[in-house]
């Protein structure tokens, strides 16, 4: 079992995301996005694929509010942006936050395994998963 780095904790409130402020790409070199849904299974999210060991980064700035393990989704990362919605960082081989730390639009929250090169990437608003694709930029 991988520690995350030691990072101060906050509990300061965080701004939430400025109506014109710009999700990220959560990984870089995205060679692929496809939909997590199978046939007759609602869409959750999307699977971004690039390069195996490359450094996942919060799409904004928010807090990190869990970082656990489920059965389907390995490793991941929750982080909240306001008091309505979060992004989901899932299949991670390394974690590189603890609950509870503030994080930059850009920071990193954690890493590929060196032998993947997926990342399952959601985003929730009102608790209800919708697209990410309708606020991650055009292009990769």
């Not at 919060?58 to 008091?83: C, D, I, Q």
């Not at 930059?104 to 009102?126: C, I, Q, T």
């Amino acid at each position: 079992r991988q520690r995350a780095a030691k990072r101060p904790k906050t509990k300061e409130a965080f701004a939430p995301p400025e109506a014109d402020e710009k999700f990220l790409w959560p990984l870089s070199g995205v060679r692929k996005v496809s939909s997590d849904g199978e046939k007759g299974v609602s869409q959750l999210g999307v699977v971004i694929s690039g390069k195996a060991g490359s450094r996942v980064v919060s799409a904004l700035p928010g807090v990190v509010e869990k970082v656990g393990r489920m059965r389907g989704f390995g490793t991941f990362v929750v982080v909240r942006h306001s008091e309505r919605l979060i992004t989901v960082y899932a299949c991670l081989g390394e974690v590189t936050v603890r609950r509870g730390d503030a994080v930059k639009r850009g920071e990193s929250v954690g890493k590929l395994p060196a032998d993947d090169n997926s990342l399952r990437f959601m985003v929730h608003r009102s608790g209800k998963p919708e697209n990410p694709m309708k606020y991650l930029p055009k292009g990769m």
